[in-house]
């Protein structure tokens, strides 16, 4: 059985960084892709950033070139990253790492296309 285990995150002052991990574990088939969402109280949850098996990654657009996702891929060990710089009080959210075992063609960043869900991490940025 697949599990994502998250872990990182918690509370920091505008400005500030934070990083993410998601530990994936139970794999028995390929995976194509994973992601990082987000969901704020009262607000849909929203894609952050995705990250195929080759490396190709893709970002929303409110978080370019402040948040960077990556991988480790090593044998037995599949971890998923979410470095958070330059933090706003508009990034607070519960943060969710999710994958996919389903090969779309690209990276997708739609909630729907992702099949296994981490068990969320709290991030709050104060001003």
């Not at 849909?44 to 480790?72: C, H, L, M, W």
């Not at 869900?117 to 104060?126: D, E, F, I, K, L």
Request: charged share 15%.
């Amino acid at each position: 059985q697949v599990q994502l285990e998250q872990s990182g995150g918690g509370s920091v002052e505008a400005g500030g960084s934070l990083r993410l991990s998601c530990a994936a574990s139970g794999w028995t088939h390929t995976r194509y892709c994973m992601g990082w969402f987000r969901q704020a109280p009262g607000r849909e949850r929203e894609p952050v950033a995705g990250i195929d098996e080759s490396g190709t990654s893709t970002y929303a657009n409110s978080v370019k070139g402040r948040f960077t996702i990556s991988q480790d891929n090593a044998k037995n060990k599949n971890t998923l990253y979410l470095q958070m710089n330059v933090l706003k009080p508009e990034d607070s959210a519960m943060y969710y790492c999710a994958a996919s075992s389903i090969d779309y063609g690209g990276v997708p960043l739609r909630a729907e296309q992702y099949n296994y869900w981490g068990q969320g991490t709290q991030v709050t940025v104060s001003s």
